[in-house]
C-alpha cells in the first residue's frame, strides 16, 4: 500500500526535488553558488510578490517567530500578539520569553480573527510597535483574514509580522500589496521541500526598524544576511542541499503560476471539505474562514483521533495527523498543500469517509454493548 | 574532467549519504523518526566519546558559537577567548556582540595556543567562567592541543567551549576524558553531509551552568531540546533529509571505527604535506601543531593564491581554498576530512606540484622582464 502522506508538513517531495537534494556540493563562495542564490532569491521575492528582500537562514521555520523578534523588536517593547490558536500562542509565548511586553487579542479556536477587533484593541493599547499574525493556523484550519487584518496594523503605525508557515506558497499573498513587513515561512509546508529552510520576505519598515532594534544577534541578523544576499553569498556556510531543493521548487511554482498555485490549492480545500462533510463530520474552522491548505475536522462521536489516526494509517495508507493542545484527541489534520492534485485528495476523503463509518458502527456497537 | 572537491568544507558527499537524502518524508512526530532520531543520537555521543548528550539543531556550524554563549552564559559573564585565527576572532566577537567580558589570549596565526599561557592567563582573569576554544583553525591549518589546553581551564573551574567544526569525527576528540563541557560541529565537515545540521555534545558542567544562564532564548535552548530528545523527537520540526544523511554518515563512521578513521586522517595529512613541501611550497602551521584534516600553504613567491586557485581549478580540477583575512591572497587551504582517501589526495598534491612550477616559471620569467 504506498502512502498518501497527507500531514499539514511536511508534504511531500516532488521528484524534481529529490533530484535537487542529491547534487553533489560545490564551492559555496564561488560563481555557481552566488548565481543560485541570487536566481533563488529572485523567484523567492516574485512568488512573495514583494520588491523587497527575501532572505533563508539554515532552520526550521518556527525560528521565524525569534528572527522577527530579534531584528525588529527591543526589550520591552509594547506588541500585540493575536491568537486564535497554537501557533498563535506559541508565537506569543516566545515573545515573552524576549521580554517583549505582550498584550493579547484573542478569538476562539476555530473562529478568525476579526479586523475591527484588532483595531479597538490597537487604539486601546496605544503605543503597539508590532502585531504579531499567523496568517494561516495549522492548528485548527482556519485562514486569518490577513490583508484586513495588515490594513488595521499599517492605519495604526505598527509593524505587521507574519507567521506564514502554512499559508506561503498556496494561499493568496501579497507582501507589498498588503503592507505586510515581516513574512516568514519554512520550506517543508507549501515550498515541497524537506524541513531545514527558513525563509522570510522583508519590506522597508522592518529595515527601519531592525536599525533601531537593540537585542544582540549575530546568526539570526538580517542585515549581514542581506549584505552578503546581495553578493550571491550567506554570511555562514548555506544548507546546499536545501537550497537546490528549494531554487527547484520555486521553479516548478513559477512554472505553474503563483494564481494557478493558489487556485488549485482553492480546489484542494474545497474538495477536501466536501468529503469531510459527506462523511458526516464535522469542519472544526468556522465557516467562511476554513484553509484551503490545512483541513481540521472532529472524529466521529465516541472516537478519538488516535483510533481513526490509526485505522487511516493502517487500512489506508493515509497518513493525517491529530490535533494539538487541549485537541490532540479531538482533531483529525489533513494537509492538502504543496505537491499534492485531487486524485489523492479525493482518495483521502474516501478513506476518510469508510474510517468514520466503520468507526462510528464499532462506536455505537460497544455503546450497545456497555 | 572529474572535480576533486578539497575545499575544507563543505566536503564531498558518499553516495550513501546521497541516497539518504533523497528518502521520503516521514511524520517527524510518529514511531520511525523517534528509531531514527534515538539511533543518530545514539552513534553521534559514541563517535563524540560521551555518556552525556549530544543535540542537533537545523543551522549552519558557526550558529554553535551562539548557542553555546545563550545556554550557557550570562550577559557580562567574563570569559577568554583564545584566538590563534579567523575562526577563534569571530567566535569572540559573536561573545561580544552578545555582551560578554571577553578577554583574549592569542597566538599568532600558524602557531598553536600554548597551554602554559593559557594557564597563566586564567590566573591572571581571575574569575573566567568560560575559555572559548577552537579545536581546528579551519583559517590557517592549525590544531590546537585541546587536552592539555582544556585541562588548564579545568584546573581552573571554568567551562571549556570547543569549536570542532572541522575536527569532529576527523581528529582525536574525546568528550568526557578531556573533561570538555561543549563540544559543537557542522554537518557539511567531516561528518560527510551537507551544511545545514549543527551538532553539539553537551556535558554535565554545562548543564549546571545553563540552569544559571540569564539569556532569552527558544530556538537554541538545549534544555527544551533535550526534553524532546529523549522522547526521540525535536522541539521544532527536524531537518528530516539531514537526520537521514548524517544517521547514514554516522552508521559509515562507526562501522570504519571512529580511531581508523583518525588514522586515516592522520595519514592523509602527512602525505598531503609531503606533496605540498615536494613542490618545494611552504606549509603555514607551525611544524608539530599541522591539521591532519586541513592543510594551508604558500603559493610559490610573486603567485597570488587567486592565480594558483583558477589554475588548480581550470587544469587539473582542483577545487580548493584561498585564505582568510589578511591572508586571503597569500594562503591555499586544502580539506582533506571526510570522504576521501589517499588517492585523490596524491592527485590534488600532484596537480599542486605541477602547477606551483609552472606558476614559479611564469612568475621569474615576468620578473626577468620587466
Known sequence: MSVNFRLPGPTPLPPQVTEALGREMIAHRGPAFRSLYHE????ARELHRTDGDVLTWAASGSAGWEVAIVNLLSPGDLVLAAVNGNFGERFARVAKEFDLDVRRIEAPWGQPLRPEALASALDEHGDVKAVLLVHNETSTGVTNPLRALAGAVRDHGALTIVDAVSSAGALPLEMDDWGLDFVFSGSQKAWMCPPGLLIAAVGPRAWAAQERSRYPRFFWDMKESK??????????????????AYRTALEMIASEGIENVWQRH???????????????????????????????FHPPEGVTASEMLAMLREDYGVEAQGGQAHLVERLIRIGHLGWVNEQEMGAATAAIGESARRLSTNSQNSAIAS
Chains 1, 2 share one sequence.
Open 40 to 43: 533563488t532569491l529572485r523567484l
Open 266 to 296: 482553492r480546489e484542494l480545500g474545497a474538495i477536501t471539505r466536501a468529503g469531510v462533510r459527506a462523511a458526516g463530520l464535522q469542519l472544526f474552522a468556522h465557516e467562511g474562514s476554513e484553509s484551503n491548505s490545512v483541513t481540521a
Open 227 to 244: 549584505t552578503m544576499a546581495d553578493q550571491g553569498m550567506t554570511p555562514t556556510t548555506p544548507p546546499l542541499s536545501m537550497i537546490y
